[in-house]
Structures are given as structure tokens and as C-alpha cells.
């Protein structure tokens, strides 16, 4: 403790996700072993009743199907209590119309988290933004409960989620295809393949002998269709 603010190490990409037990809106749950076999992301927001955070769940929700599709659920976080969050979602559904979306349910778990434990352990409590609402965390896990990317946001900016899905997509297919993908990547742009380990195969790359193209020895890329990457990741 330093004076009246907690602190604690935040985790990191590679770390196993902390686990805690919580009550939601959709019932108690266990992190992250709940979630085993899914990628999931656990996402705080400031606080229920605001407006930002309010386009934002309705934003979520809306593309819900498209993260679950993808082997990705959902679970939402801020230091109000139940009761407040059951409130919020409720006003949403029957009374928020915004950017064509309307009568949006919210059936991803949302955690209450009154005592700021689960926001403390995952260092969601940023006291120079604010020290009694979490900032915009985003914590991608992968199947095995490892943490794989973490973005934060501060109260005043809402997330893209186009952007969180095409992060999660990229994550995938970097796995799925042993490669990684280059900037502002698309599925169905080119992908890169891994640097050249020796001088042999660094030749050939350069001497096109494979089917890639290189702009030097350590930078070369390959065709993936989107196709082959949606059947590969996606649930049937
Ligand atoms: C909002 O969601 O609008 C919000 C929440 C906390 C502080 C500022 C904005």
C-alpha cells in the first residue's frame, strides 16, 4: 500500500490469468478455469449508467455472436454491484435506441466488483485516471488461461470492437499458421512468414525459389485466404 491506494503487480502478456471467483449477472463464476478450451475476453468499464460505457455494451452485444463464433466469450467487469448492473442492462433493453441498435440484451456475464478485487489484481484500478472506477481494460486469454494482449483505454475513449475482433483473429490464425501478421492486417491480407534460420534458407527466399514474396532476407510474406483461415478458427 502506498498511503490510501492499493497496488499490486499488474499482469502481463504471457502470465496465467489471476484467478478469482465473482458473482455476475449471469451467475457465479471461476476464473478462468470456467473457460477452459475458449479464448475469452475480460473487458472492465468505469462504471453502469454512463454513456460511453453504455454505446460500448451496446456495441459488444450486438457482436457477441461473432466473438463466440470464434471460440470467444465475453465477460464484462466494473466496481458496481449487482443489483446497479441489473438495473443498467434492463435500461438498455428496454429504453436505449442508439446507431440502429435497439432492444440489445446483454447476455455475456457482467461482474460485480464492489470490493475492486478483481479490478486490483488485474491492475484495472489506474488511480492517476481514477482511483474509484476501473479504466478500459481489455485482457485477450487463450484456451489454456494464458494472457495473450492487453489494451487499456482511458474513461473518456470508447474501444473499437472491430478492432478487438481483428486482434483476436490475427492472434488465432498467428497460432494456427505458425506465422505472424504485418500492420493494420486484415484476414486475407498477406501474412509473414517466420525470419529465415540460416544462410541456406535466407538464399533461397532471396532467389524466389518459395512460394513467397521477400522485400529482403528477414522480411518475406505469404498468401493466406481468408477462407482457409475462417474454416480453419471458427466454431462449425
Ligand atoms: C462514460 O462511460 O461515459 C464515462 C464513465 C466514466 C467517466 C467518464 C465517462
Redesign the pocket.
Known sequence: MEGNVQTTAMPRIGDKAPEFKAITTQGNINFPSDYSGSWVILFS???DF???????FMTFATLEKKFNEANCKLVGLSVDGLYSHIAWLRTIKEKIEYKGMKNVEVTFPLIEDITMEVAHKYGMIQPGE?ST?AVRAVFFIDPKGTIRAIIYYP??L?RNFEELYRALIAMQTADAFSVATPADWQPGDDVIVPTAGSCGVAKERMENKVDMHCYDWFFCTKKLDKEKIFSTILNK
Request: aromatic residues 0%.
Open positions: 468499464h468505469p462504471a454512463t454513456p460511453v460505457c453504455t454505446s460500448e481514477a472506477k474513461l473518456s470508447g
